[in-house]
């Protein structure tokens, strides 16, 4: 329309500028001779198209004024029957986890399976077996408030968590994008069935399949390495068995990061930050020690656990398959108002460091979609396959993972 | 309200006490002794600080209904801006000035909301602070009493009740409303009614001076914001959609407004109690636009 404007007043404005030139030329006329020549020249440096001016108005800004990523276009249908290219592909969209399931990686040459592995190592780190206290109040928080009975209450209770695997990084708007751009929202067998009606629900800014923040379907190239946020806990989900793996339980989360070691039947040593007891602000982006908004995964590097898996606490709080119940809570006769899901770590503008430990647990209802929620993504060592077995080998049955063992001690 | 003490027959004394001191706030006279003003019930300790410091603190007032978050504000806003400078610094002058902020903080940091503010005026926390601004660089004293939302309705539905807030509400040079954005979405129009009434009682203050209501700087404060995402994402949409009548006199009586929305908790659970029924119990503290309605109010106040 604009275009259209502009158009119509250069071709107006030439067509006088060129009769005054003309009339001026065969009445001897000076005066009009130069204002035609002048208007001529206007035209010509005003609408005449120069490189350094187009450069200027090419680019089609958002109306926020941020750039959209540069993101590789929706991948080409691989065939089918290229298993080459089909695995290509699969560890190019990060699905290694996908890859290393018994029933697929029986299917892989040795190559093949080496790079999945490789994939996996690079990616994830490993969470040994072990107990983990759950649910134990912090007493700085509570001071004298706790008469006895309250306190021992609160002196949750024991966990035995079998070994998996758990993502060292929150997922990122880039690799969530490859879930997107592969269709991940219109594949329903992703979905959990009672969901399949909302998830019309879960577009972008734009009304496009995808995060809350994004638009047209992708994210800003500046949050390409930052978590991804706005996605509900069914987001996560599906995203999490599109890639092969699941949601951690509350109990791996915090083995994660705490790291208990256990002394004695009765005795085990948790760390209450994933650095040791006491919270060092530069470790992690929370309230005053970061910009006021989410961080590139790999930044706050310090404040690494001992099994090296980045950004625990701070950043985004992190989607857990667990539910929150009101009886975790502190607080007496609590109820929710929906059902929610827990969720851990605190975020960027979590403003107290006792909410910003390993064992402190927050909720929001699973349709949430917030500015400071992401995820990571774990898997159980029995759900994977990192060697080839003897040919002979039974596979176990069906693809849907169960979580690693969690058994109360 | 007034200390009732012996006064021993010295000369010194007595001079002491034939020289009354204003109160800062409705500048009825008291004696050096007083700890709350015997007419209005403000605290002295504000006019002991003017005179001996030179200074005279502006006013703002933060207002609004019963439960719709003025101490959690005004608290958190105490409590950001001393820890983190950057924008603004707020130095509290005197011990009681910390008083609210201490008790709000701990409270959140327990994961509970602090307690409602008793209606009795002698019995509210008041701050008195320095605030400094960076660029440019300028310090001035400012004083915000936590009124009780339940005083202030009284105050309204039957004016001068409250003689401390029909002075202060006089004297202030700016005033933050804060509007419940949950009961708004709810449908209640009760929580619109209330600050209707508020802004029509503000205007009724006027007493044809230039000082008037009409010019102050006046932000509305959409509160509990985390609850309504539509709401943090355009508060004065929110405001013409779910309070349309509190939205037209607003356009109507304030030249110089704006809507804000804030939000201290990141989600809520409700606690069940025989003495104070359904309490809101914050699940994790995140606060989001506390430091900006303020800094829009002295901004206007002082200039940009």
């Given at each position: 329309m604009r275009a259209n404007k502009t158009s119509v007043i250069a071709g107006g404005l030439s067509a006088v500028s060129v009769l005054a030139l003309t009339a001026g030329w065969l009445w001897g006329s000076l005066p009009m001779i130069a204002a035609g020549a002048t208007g001529v020249g206007y035209v010509a440096w005003r609408w005449a198209p120069r490189p350094g001016r187009r450069r200027k108005r090419a680019p089609a800004v958002p109306a926020s004024g941020a750039v959209e990523a540069e993101v590789r276009p929706r991948a080409a249908p691989v065939d089918p029957t290229d298993s080459e290219a089909l695995v290509e592909q699969m560890l190019a969209q990060g699905r290694y986890g996908l890859l290393l399931r018994p029933q697929i990686a029986r299917n892989l040459n040795d190559a093949q399976l080496a790079r999945a592995r490789a994939a996996l190592e690079e990616a994830m780190a490993l969470v040994p077996e072990g107990e983990v206290v759950l649910g134990k109040i912090d007493e700085m928080l509570d001071g004298e408030d706790l008469d006895e009975e309250e306190a021992a209450a609160y002196q949750g209770r024991a966990v035995r968590v079998g070994c998996y695997f758990l993502d060292r990084y929150p997922v990122t708007n880039e690799q969530y994008y490859e879930f997107v751009a592969a269709g991940g929202y219109e594949q329903?067998?992703?979905?959990?069935e009672s969901i399949w009606t909302a998830v019309?629900?879960?577009?972008?800014r734009t009304g496009e399949p995808g995060p809350r923040y994004w638009k047209n379907g992708r994210y800003e190239s500046r949050w390409r390495g930052h978590p991804v946020v706005g996605v509900s806990w069914y987001e996560a989900a599906a995203y999490a068995r599109w890639v092969g793996k699941r949601l951690p339980s509350d109990a791996e989360w915090v083995k994660a990061g705490s790291w208990p070691v256990t002394l004695s039947s009765t005795s085990r040593v948790q760390r209450k930050y994933p650095w040791g007891d006491t919270m060092d602000r530069s470790r992690a982006n929370l309230w005053g020690s970061g910009p006021g908004t989410t961080v590139s995964v790999d930044r706050f590097a310090e404040g690494v656990s001992v099994g090296g898996v980045h950004q625990l606490i701070g950043n985004v709080w992190e989607w857990t398959r667990g539910d929150l119940r009101?009886?975790?809570?502190?607080?007496?006769?609590l109820t929710l108002s929906a059902p929610m899901k827990s969720i851990r770590g605190g975020a960027f503008d979590t403003y107290f460091d006792g909410q910003a430990t390993c064992q402190f647990q927050s909720g929001e209802t699973p349709m949430g979609r917030k500015h400071n929620i992401g995820f990571r993504c774990a898997v159980g060592i029995c759900d994977l396959m990192l060697s080839k077995p003897p040919a002979d080998a039974a596979v176990p049955d069906g693809l849907e993972n169960a979580p690693a063992e969690e058994v109360p001690v | 309200m007034t200390k009732g003490v012996i006064v021993p027959l010295e000369s010194a004394r007595l001079v002491e006490y034939a020289v009354p001191i204003a109160c800062y706030v409705c500048e009825g006279e008291n004696t050096?002794?007083?700890?709350?003003?015997?007419?209005?019930?403000?605290?002295?300790a504000l006019a002991h600080q003017a005179n001996s410091q030179k200074v005279h603190p502006r006013m703002v007032a933060t207002v609004g209904a019963s439960g719709a978050g003025k101490t959690v504000y005004l608290g958190m806003l105490m409590d950001m801006l001393s820890r983190q400078p950057h924008r603004l610094q707020m130095l509290a002058r005197g011990a009681f000035s910390i008083t609210l902020q201490q008790t709000t903080l701990a409270a959140l940091a327990r994961c509970e909301f602090p307690d409602k503010t008793p209606n009795e005026p002698d019995r509210w926390n008041w701050v008195h602070c320095q605030v400094r601004r960076p660029k440019p660089r300028q310090t001035f004293e400012l004083i915000m009493p936590d009124m009780a939302g339940e005083a202030i309705l009284h105050e309204v539905d039957h004016p001068h009740s409250f003689r401390v807030i029909t002075s202060f509400l006089k004297k202030s040079s700016g005033a933050l409303i804060l509007i419940d954005a949950v009961k708004l979405k709810e449908g209640g129009r009760n929580q619109e009614f209330f600050n209707m009434k508020l802004i029509s009682y503000l205007g009724e203050l006027d007493d044809g001076s230039k000082n008037r209501w009409s010019k102050k700087p006046v932000a509305l404060i959409l509160t509990k914001a985390d609850e309504c995402d539509d709401c943090r994402d355009d508060p004065a949409r929110y405001a013409r959609e779910h309070a349309p009548g509190l939205w037209q006199q607003v356009q109507e009586r304030f030249r110089n407004h704006r809507f804000f929305a804030t939000g201290v908790a990141g989600a809520c659970a409700v606690r069940h109690s025989v003495t104070e029924g359904r309490v809101n119990v914050p699940l994790r503290i995140e606060p989001h636009g506390v430091v900006e309605p303020f800094e829009w109010v002295l901004s206007n106040l002082l200039g940009r």
């Open positions: 329903l067998s992703l979905w959990d019309l629900e879960f577009v972008d009101a009886s975790d809570l502190r607080h007496p006769n | 050096f002794d007083s700890e709350f003003c015997r007419y209005c019930a403000a605290p002295m």
